[in-house]
């Protein structure tokens, strides 16, 4: 009744497929709509010319220079199999404690989600497809980037860092290294993945789009499904424009805190 696609490329050839089959369908409605926003990086300028290109280049120089000269100012990347797991434990701490204060992450809060990813990364660090990327200072992992890495391109899919380093901005100085290594081993695009969050375009020179391809039967129930599906969708983005980012951040704590309790709940049932 509802055919819902979400997070298509822009390029992907399964939009010319779709239109052919659903487009002119009478039994059914199709739309295809902008979806997600994908900032990205093009390094074939290098990493000089990449960093002249960003938005704070002698904030960061500056900002590194302090944290370097830390005791034990170390950075590492990780993509041994016998070594990314502890890697992805300590990512996944520093996920925790960034997120604490706002109830938890949607991205890494589900313990089914976690226990894809413990499988997941050996996996690919077998195939060498996998990276994670850590700041360390005074003995400790104080930020750490996860991301995903095939021929010239490179993802980065999830990071974590200590709050208690936020005011030394271990993230910011984190990320621009990320980019700069990148660069030295030859990768060509750095991607960002979905979110317009600001300190994407600290760095990001431009975005890609992904697309929404939605098919609903005419019947009523159909057409109410996706009416509601849609209804989330705005009262979510209305909420954002509306209300303080405090009062979002506290109905974001109780809604994942909820979801934290039934889930042990059910799992000790």
Same mark, same amino acid.
């Given at each position: ?77 990780? @993509?041994?199999? =016998? ?6 434990? !300590? #990512? *996944? %701490?520093?996920?925790? /404690?960034?997120? $604490? ?110 697309? @929404?391809?939605? =098919? ?6 159909? !057409? #109410? *499904? %996706?009416?509601?599906? /849609?209804?989330? $969708? ?36």
């Amino acid at each position: 009744d509802l055919l819902a696609l979400d997070g298509l490329p822009a390029d992907s050839p399964l939009l010319a497929l779709l239109a052919w089959q659903l487009g002119s369908d009478g039994r059914r409605g199709y739309t295809l709509s902008t979806h997600q926003i994908c900032p990205f990086l093009d390094l074939s300028a290098g990493w000089e010319g990449t960093l002249a290109k960003s938005r704070r280049p002698h904030q960061f120089g500056r900002l590194l220079r302090a944290v370097s000269g830390l005791d034990g100012f170390e950075t590492r990347a990780v @993509s041994e199999p =016998a070594l990314v797991g502890a890697a992805l434990e !300590r #990512l *996944l %701490a520093l996920h925790d /404690q960034r997120w $604490a204060e706002q109830g938890g992450s949607d991205a890494m809060t589900l313990p089914s989600v976690r226990d894809f990813h413990r499988r997941l990364v050996p996996a690919l660090a077998q195939r060498g497809m996998v990276r994670f990327e850590e700041l360390w200072v005074e003995g400790a992992c104080r930020a750490s980037y996860y991301g995903f890495e095939r021929g010239d391109h490179y993802w980065l899919y999830q990071t974590g860092y200590d709050p208690g380093w936020a005011k030394k901005s271990v993230a910011f100085i984190r990320m621009g290294l990320s980019i700069k290594e990148a660069s030295e081993r030859g990768v060509r695009w750095y991607d960002l993945l979905r979110g317009t969050e600001t300190y994407k375009f600290d760095w990001a020179g431009g975005a890609r789009v992904t697309l @929404s391809a939605q =098919a609903v039967a005419r019947r009523p129930a159909a !057409r #109410l *499904l %996706a009416s509601a599906r /849609q209804l989330r $969708a705005a009262t979510e983005s209305a909420a954002e424009a509306v209300f303080p980012a405090r009062s979002l951040d506290a109905l974001r704590h109780w809604r994942r805190s909820r979801q934290r309790r039934e889930l042990a709940e059910v799992s000790q049932g």
